[in-house]
């Protein structure tokens, strides 16, 4: 394989990495803001109920928003997180080889970088490190407890 070859197959490689990364952020961001649409509408309902008969609904209520919120953050959030820094990760691999090529031609690097490891402290709760994941955790959680207080009001 001649250098410009291995430099454009380095890109590709580059640019497939920087692909998926941004078709799932864009993705991620569609289901963070439809989860808060819920959670909004949810209030909404909640604000509604004024039978003694809701009680039951409210209890439902009291359980699921805060069961919600944990799996929107430890499934979704951090779920995306991983795989989003796994694709940046061979992205800058691959750019990073690309530019090792220019200046050796010969230069062959590792196949790919090595993924996350799930048994890891990281793969965990790395995702509250990164500015968009927490903020968007953040938001969830704000959202939450203001419905919280339209939950746990007294009914008239």
């Known amino acids: 394989m001649s250098g410009k070859e291995k430099f454009d197959a ?10 998926s990364f941004d078709g799932r952020r864009q993705f991620e961001w569609k289901v963070t803001l439809g989860f808060w649409g819920l959670l909004v509408t949810t209030a909404v309902f909640a604000l509604k109920l004024k039978e003694p008969d809701s009680l039951e609904t409210i209890a439902w209520l009291k359980c699921l928003v805060p069961i919600s919120v944990l799996l929107h953050a430890f499934v979704w959030q951090r779920g995306v997180w991983v795989a989003n820094r796994n694709d940046k ?32 402290l990281k793969w965990g709760f790395g995702f509250l490190g990164d500015w968009a994941q927490l903020f968007q955790v953040l938001a969830t959680v704000l959202f939450a407890i203001a419905l919280g207080f339209v939950v746990w009001r007294p009914l008239p």
Do not use: N, Q
Request: glycine share 4%; hydrophobic share 50%; net charge neutral.
């Open 10 to 19: 380095y890109m590709k490689m580059a640019e497939f990495g920087w692909k």
């Open 89 to 120: 990760a061979i992205a800058e691999h691959f750019l990073k080889a690309a530019d090792s090529v220019v200046r050796d031609p010969g230069f062959v690097t590792d196949a790919m970088p090595s993924k996350l490891e799930w048994k890891s």
